[in-house]
């Protein structure tokens, strides 16, 4: 399979190139860890917004407009995404992440600013909403495109496990965060401390150190019109042997996985009457499972085998899925919820890897752009159907069709011979 360059050309401008970093792991490289801290702050960043925004919205209205608002962000999310991946991939995808943080920090600021001065209004909660919601479909594909512009093919898997891991951060630490503040100083203080999270990422991306863009084949992709460049990266999508069948696939598990991970669990707690806390042990064991496999790949950093190991821990991931609401006990639940959300973040840690390995540098944006637009615009759509299925049905036999449905997206990974002998690039690939 194709890998990405290892090395900047030599004409390359001796201040935006890093210098090679022959067996350097990604936790280790001081180039690479700089990007991480700065997305780490903007993801805590992003934690904290919510939180502000979800108890500013329960202040201006009730249960109804707390769902409109927090919904908002969405929309823009789903139009703009692909969009967004254009923009990626025709400009400097640092860039376009320092803009987007730096945009972000102004807007939180100013409606810190005014929330300190008034109540909070729901038509501007709404509006700041649309528009953060609109920078975060620019600031996705862009967070996509860059990491095999700052380190090696080699290292992907790794910085794929990092990246896990600052997610994950985000959620447990976002929220405490977030309470304080609010506690402290209300939604103002909320809000202001996002705008500050996000401002601290900005110095941290001002010195990180990228390659120039490089490309594979002969001939460079010829920058067209934004419709003519989106419809030449879904065409190259659609007919690369290893990367079209592993979006296929990780489409078809998110619209059948996300509904049930989400709303599902929240229903299915409440019909066996576990209750807010197994609710909370439930979701907590799914995230010490993900957050265990996120820290196995960023040590190891290779895995044999990685498309075979890929279909088969989905496969697992979503038969774990649709077992749980077929469990008895709550510890149960727990403990399958763990060994799913292993599953599933290896997955999808390995599906990234070999994704950002096998595209071509050129096309990473708007291939980014395409896995995400599934994962932010089309798998939240099935929520309300997850629920009203639920409400009718109860939650055994929903999730066993979420899961068959899943499974699909797991024979889909099997089913393809690029996919299951698909290797992540070692260091001495080039």
């Known amino acids: 399979m194709a890998t990405a360059e290892t090395a900047p050309p030599e004409t390359a401008p001796p201040e935006t190139a890093p210098p090679e970093r022959v067996g350097i792991p990604a936790f280790r490289d001081g180039n690479m860890l700089r990007w991480l801290a700065a997305y780490t702050a903007s993801l805590v960043g992003d934690s904290v917004y919510f939180v502000a925004l979800g108890w500013s919205a329960q202040k201006a209205g009730g249960p109804t407009e707390v769902g409109l608002v927090m919904a908002a962000g969405a929309l823009p999310r789903a139009l703009l995404m692909l969009g967004g991946g254009v923009l990626a991939d025709r400009t400097d995808p640092?860039?376009?992440?320092?803009?987007?943080?730096?945009?972000?920090?102004?807007?939180i600021l100013a409606v810190a600013a005014g929330i300190s001065l008034t109540a909070p209004v729901l038509w501007v909660l709404v509006a700041?909403?649309?528009?953060?919601?609109?920078?975060?479909?620019?600031?996705?594909?862009?967070?996509?495109?860059?990491?095999?512009?700052?380190?090696?093919?080699?290292?992907?898997?790794?910085?794929?496990?990092?990246?896990?891991?600052?997610?994950?951060?985000g959620q447990i630490a976002g929220p405490p965060i977030g309470g304080l503040a609010m506690g402290l100083g209300g939604a103002a203080a909320a809000f202001a401390t996002a705008g500050l999270l996000f401002a601290l990422s900005l110095p941290l991306l001002l010195t990180v150190r990228i390659r120039p863009l490089g490309t594979r084949g002969e001939d460079?992709?010829?920058?067209?019109?934004?419709?003519?460049?989106l419809l030449d990266g879904l065409r190259y999508i659609r007919r690369h042997r290893l990367i079209g069948p592993l979006v296929a696939a990780g489409a078809v598990c998110e619209l059948g996985l996300t509904g049930t991970l989400n709303v599902g669990m929240v229903l299915l707690n409440a019909e066996r009457g576990w209750g807010p806390s197994g609710y909370g042990w439930i979701v907590g064991s799914f995230g010490a499972g993900a957050a265990v496999s996120a820290a196995l790949l960023a040590v190891v950093g290779w895995l044999p085998r990685a498309g075979l190991v890929l279909a088969?821990?989905?496969l697992v991931g979503c038969t774990g899925a649709a077992a749980m609401a077929l469990v008895p006990t709550l510890w149960t639940a727990a403990v399958l919820a763990a060994v799913v959300g292993l599953s599933l973040g290896v997955s999808g840690a390995l599906d990234n890897a070999l994704i950002?390995?096998?595209?071509?540098?050129?096309y990473l944006?708007?291939?980014?752009?395409?896995?995400m637009?599934?994962?932010?615009?089309?798998?939240?759509?099935?929520?309300?159907?997850?629920g009203a299925?639920?409400?009718?049905?109860?939650?055994?036999?929903?999730?066993?069709g979420c899961g068959a449905v899943a499974g699909l997206g797991a024979a889909l990974a099997l089913a393809s011979a690029p996919v299951r002998h698909a290797e992540l690039p070692r260091r001495h690939q080039v």
């Open 356 to 362: 950002q390995a096998a595209a071509d540098p050129a």
């Open 365 to 371: 944006g708007r291939v980014t752009s395409v896995v």
């Open 128 to 169: 700041v909403a649309l528009v953060f919601g609109a920078v975060d479909a620019l600031f996705i594909p862009a967070v996509g495109a860059l990491p095999p512009r700052i380190t090696g093919p080699d290292q992907l898997a790794r910085v794929t496990g990092l990246r896990s891991l600052s997610m994950r951060l």
């Open 94 to 107: 640092r860039r376009v992440i320092l803009g987007s943080d730096a945009l972000r920090c102004l807007l």
């Open 389 to 400: 299925a639920i409400g009718t049905w109860g939650a055994a036999p929903v999730f066993l």
């Open 373 to 386: 637009l599934t994962m932010v615009g089309l798998a939240p759509l099935c929520y309300p159907l997850v």
């Open 312 to 314: 088969a821990t989905l």
């Open 220 to 229: 460079a992709p010829q920058p067209g019109s934004a419709r003519t460049d």
